[in-house]
């Protein structure tokens, strides 16, 4: 192997020859084409490099799909997102000309398989042909994947003879060439900005070594290949029309590794599968294996199967489409990540690495056509049991609310739309588990439809399991992650289903009883009432929160408000304040319909009974201005959680403050500082910085994995507990699995709220939290501090291990401190996951806006 790679590296870096090859790249690959036409361009004359040579840019993969689409009659252009960076979603439908003229025909011929599926035959399914998504590079910085999907698109598209034809006779291939273009463009910049004209595969030079946050993930940090099935942002929902359009029977999924692995393609770890996802699946996987086995063992490329990587997890790109339908295959190439890497098997050129990805994708168009019936069958007959899913399942149905939960509830229902999940409205009244469900105010999810199986996957909750170990996370339980009130159905739904749900817009918000004349009161427990909160205090009003319960009246009728109401004068008291009533009556119908809030006229702040409105219970909110860590030493996708929900759905500006800046910022410009997944790299002088901040007045939040240095650092008085340990004895071949057993890699706990306190204004007392780290916190000993505790019995769903779970209970999920004038609130917890936890953001938000006022 490293004599193999010694060649390989001596024939990329020499001199070019003048002889062209008919594959336009530096290595040899048996391709099945007899010629390439020279109508089609080549990569390097549209962009200006050789693949391999240097990696693309993203503007220089969409202008080759444009390029190619305009010179072949077996290619079409398409865009079908952007990004929040601003850059396109693109991509490239790929058939035979003659397939090009019934192109909508196909498309819907396909569509049958899953919409009615007992009407298609095996006869139709003869004639059909295979739908294959190939997706390239989801992680910006594993960069092989799209530079290979240069490739694949020449040889589709300009290849000659009868293999090439039985692909584009026998497939639609649609061709993503970068699932992920912001983080993909941070990478190309940075190694190309950093390499010189002759490459090294020095691991200390800069061009291996990318800065925080790196090309992985998108915009504001995400992983959007966890993103699949939350849907959360605009690449994922774009991708995921795409996908729902077509409904492939294949999915590729082109990822790299670390330098010194060799090459993965699935099946995975076989005690890892989802168990809503049918054997036959699994089985289908096995066997398209053996053309990727086929293609690696002709150029001599080493490689693995069954081992690392699972298939639990629906989110990801090689998994969702196993729950669909489809087959999804993940891919796995040890990284050069710049041109040249020095790994145990020695040199690894970046066209190596291109190669492989190259061969497999042609593997996975083979297996397309050689196995196009059975996929085609294994799709038909997937939708055809769904009703047995149905049936076999104690669930029969899942109800929520929208009531007081509503824009979480329509949140969700967007995201369940998005898979084809179909919703119903409530048809008649209904109280399940202790909750009431009313028509009009409440959805309805049946499992017996077609995609039973995801709906399981999505909305079931799970404690068991055949393994212990997870690549990602065990449980997403979606009615818990949006906090939502819900409940599951074990009778018949029929005779509860009302119309069918064909979208949702966000709604019901609402100025009861205006315009005021003296104040207006909006009520604390709606997504969007930060953003609507921050608006009013951008616009120079000076709102005031309400500690009690209010007792008011409005339009004549006397009413209760829950504490954490927010106190709108209608005229300001600041003298320097240019607000006429007019401007404050118009902004309040604004946020009532864009923020979907409820605020109720109020006409005299003499209240019937409690409270008056400028009780001096109630505090005047100063507006946030926050400043969040950032760099090297935080976890940059926590950061971009945090980052994304203020800045992105809050609308409130972020200022990111880099670790290493902190010692000597100034951080008097910041009333509210985030540490958000902080590690390391806080000198004393930054921490001591810290700490004279918060003492002179500044709300610190600190969540997950930085609370530790917050207490470590001495600002509060509180204990961590100590971590279980392993008994001495453990055997070196099982240390590995061992220690994952001990990791939380996602799991759902119960936690019992202080609802009087301000932190947890607009919640009820019981809240699900999402738990991915190992961080127990005691209770504190100082009255009013502990925000929330976990249960006695606090699992819901996922896999904890005993001792872990030992640890758990009763210990402390929030604390909130004063800190000499300052505050410090401290979360066990990552109440910002992954942007789909909507149910716990308004507590990291309370934090932010109400950390003050405590």
Do not use: C
């Amino acid at each position: 192997m490293r004599a193999l790679i010694a060649v390989i590296a001596a024939l990329l870096f020499a001199p070019r020859s003048a002889t062209t090859q008919q594959l336009p790249f530096s290595l040899p690959v048996e391709t099945g084409a007899t010629t390439y036409s020279a109508s089609v361009p080549t990569p390097e004359q549209v962009i200006g490099q050789r693949v391999g040579d240097r990696h693309a840019r993203p503007d220089q993969l969409v202008d080759y799909l444009r390029a190619v689409a305009d010179a072949s009659d077996r290619v079409s252009f398409h865009v079908h997102g952007m990004t929040y960076g601003g850059r396109p979603l693109v991509h490239a439908l790929i058939t035979s000309p003659a397939n090009r003229t019934r192109l909508e025909e196909i498309r819907r011929a396909n569509l049958q398989l899953s919409e009615a599926p007992g009407s298609v035959s095996d006869a139709e399914i003869s004639r059909m042909p295979t739908v294959v998504y190939m997706g390239y590079s989801v992680h910006g910085n594993e960069a092989s994947g799209s530079d290979a999907s240069l490739l694949t698109l020449y040889h589709l598209a300009a290849g000659e003879g009868p293999t090439v034809q039985s692909m584009l006779d026998n497939t639609v291939v649609i061709l993503d060439p970068s699932l992920n273009p912001d983080g993909r463009g941070r990478f190309v910049e940075w190694v190309t900005a950093n390499r010189g004209r002759v490459p090294t595969s020095d691991a200390q030079d800069r061009e291996h070594n990318e800065p925080w946050p790196g090309g992985r993930t998108n915009h504001y940090l995400f992983d959007l290949n966890r993103d699949w099935l939350p849907a959360q942002h605009p690449e994922s929902q774009a991708r995921l029309t795409l996908f729902h359009h077509w409904r492939p029977q294949l999915h590729t999924d082109f990822h790299e590794m670390g330098g010194d692995a060799t090459y993965f393609f699935q099946p995975g770890v076989p005690s890892r599968n989802n168990p809503n996802t049918p054997q036959r699946v699994h089985d289908l996987t096995a066997e398209v294996a053996t053309y990727h086995a086929r293609a690696l063992d002709r150029i001599g490329s080493l490689y693995y199967t069954r081992e690392s990587f699972d298939d639990f997890y629906y989110g990801k790109g090689s998994t969702y489409p196993d729950v669909n339908g489809a087959i999804g295959i993940l891919f796995e190439q040890a990284s050069s990540r710049g041109l040249l890497a020095q790994t145990s098997f020695g040199l690894l050129p970046y066209a190596f690495t291109v190669r492989n990805q190259f061969v497999t994708s042609l593997s996975s168009l083979e297996a397309a056509v050689a196995m196009r019936e059975t996929l085609l069958r294994h799709q038909r007959d997937f939708y055809r049991e769904a009703a047995g899913v149905a049936r076999r399942s104690p669930v029969k149905a899942w109800v929520f609310s929208l009531g007081e939960d509503r824009t979480r509830a329509q949140a969700l229902a967007q995201m369940l739309l998005r898979h084809r999940i179909r919703l119903y409205e409530l048809a008649r009244p209904l109280t399940q588990g202790g909750t009431s469900f009313r028509p009009g105010e409440a959805y309805v999810v049946p499992v017996d439809q077609p995609q039973a199986r995801l709906i399981l996957g999505a909305m079931e909750r799970r404690t068991e399991f055949e393994d212990s170990l997870f690549y990602d996370v065990s449980t997403w339980t979606s009615p818990l992650a949006f906090g939502v009130q819900h409940a599951e159905i074990r009778a018949n739904p029929a005779g509860m289903l009302g119309a069918p749900v064909a979208e949702v817009e966000p709604d019901g918000g609402a100025v009861v009883g205006g315009p005021a004349t003296y104040a207006y009161v909006m009520e604390w427990g709606r997504y969007l009432a930060p953003r609507a909160l921050y608006r009013l205090q951008e616009a120079g009003i000076r709102p005031l929160l309400a500690f009690e319960p209010l007792e008011t009246t409005v339009a004549g009728e006397r009413r209760r408000i829950d504490r954490g109401a927010i106190i709108i004068p209608v005229t300001q008291r600041d003298a320097s304040s240019t607000l006429a009533p007019e401007q404050v009556h118009e902004l309040v119908n604004r946020i009532a319909r864009e923020d979907h809030v409820v605020v109720y006229a109020v006409g005299t702040g003499l209240n019937p009974a409690g409270v008056d409105l400028g009780s001096r219970s109630a505090q005047v909110l100063e507006m946030p201005r926050v400043a969040l860590l950032a760099g090297p030493g935080t976890r940059s996708n926590e950061v971009g959680e945090a980052w994304h929900l203020l800045s992105e759905r809050m609308g409130i500006p972020v200022s990111l403050l880099n670790v290493s800046a902190v010692a000597r910022a100034d951080l008097g410009r910041y009333n509210t500082l985030v540490m958000a997944g902080y590690g390391s790299g806080l000198s004393q002088a930054a921490a001591d910085r810290i700490k004279e901040w918060v003492r002179g007045g500044g709300v610190l939040v600190a969540t997950g994995s930085s609370a530790p240095w917050v207490i470590a650092q001495e600002l509060v008085d509180e204990r961590q507990k100590d971590l279980p340990r392993d008994s001495v004895w453990v055997a070196y071949a099982d240390v590995e699995a061992r220690s994952g057993v001990q990791r939380i890699g996602g799991s759902i706990f119960e936690a019992e709220l202080d609802t009087s306190h301000p932190i947890a204004f607009g919640y009820d007392r019981r809240v699900p939290l999402f738990r991915d780290d190992r961080v127990f916190l005691h209770p504190s000993r100082q009255p009013g501090a502990n925000v929330a505790l976990y249960t006695a019995d606090p699992l819901i769903s996922g896999h904890i291990s005993t001792e872990n779970l030992q640890q758990i209970r009763g210990s402390a999920a929030i604390l909130a401190r004063r800190a000499g004038n300052g505050r410090v609130v401290l979360f066990a917890d990552n109440p910002n996951f992954r942007a789909f936890w909507y149910g716990t953001n308004g507590l990291f938000l309370n934090a932010v806006f109400f950390g003050q006022a405590f």
